[in-house]
């Protein structure tokens, strides 16, 4: 599978971003998918995932409430809206994919960056205060 993001860009503390990763190459729906995220110098960090259907949602602490994951696997798309971005926030946003064959059960939802097999380009968010 094959992952573009979009919808990065430089805003202002407090702000919102929409993110969106386009899939293409593969059955959508036989992947989980996830966001995260890598400021410079820091490892990359989980921000959320979702299943294979939809229904199932996985946060980290951090975003929680104010980041809400969600997917169209007619659009093969997987979206972020980010709400109250914050300086620390600022990071280059990666889309990933997990198969649903590789998982435990078909609804497992993982937060550690080995367990996803594609990775998009990223695309870049910066948050000023």
């Known amino acids: 599978v094959q992952l573009v993001e979009s919808g990065g860009g430089l805003v202002q503390i407090g702000d919102s971003l929409r993110l969106s990763c386009q899939a293409s190459?593969?059955?959508?729906?036989?992947?989980?998918m996830a966001w995260f995220r890598q400021a410079p110098g820091e490892e990359r960090d989980f921000v959320a995932a979702?299943?294979?259907?939809?229904?199932?949602?996985h946060y980290a602490d951090s975003v929680k409430g104010r980041f809400t994951i969600s997917r169209d696997n007619t659009a093969n798309t997987v979206t972020l809206p980010t709400e109250g971005l914050l300086p620390e926030e600022t990071a280059i946003y990666y889309c990933?994919?997990?198969?649903?064959?590789?998982?435990?059960?078909?609804?497992?939802?993982?937060?550690?960056?080995?367990?996803?097999?594609?990775w998009g380009r990223g695309t870049q968010v910066t948050v000023s205060s």
């Open positions: 190459g593969s059955t959508f729906s036989n992947y989980a």
């Open positions: 990933a994919a997990q198969s649903i064959f590789s998982t435990p059960y078909s609804d497992y939802l993982s937060d550690h960056v080995g367990d996803f097999s594609a």
């Open positions: 979702i299943n294979w259907s939809g229904l199932s949602t």
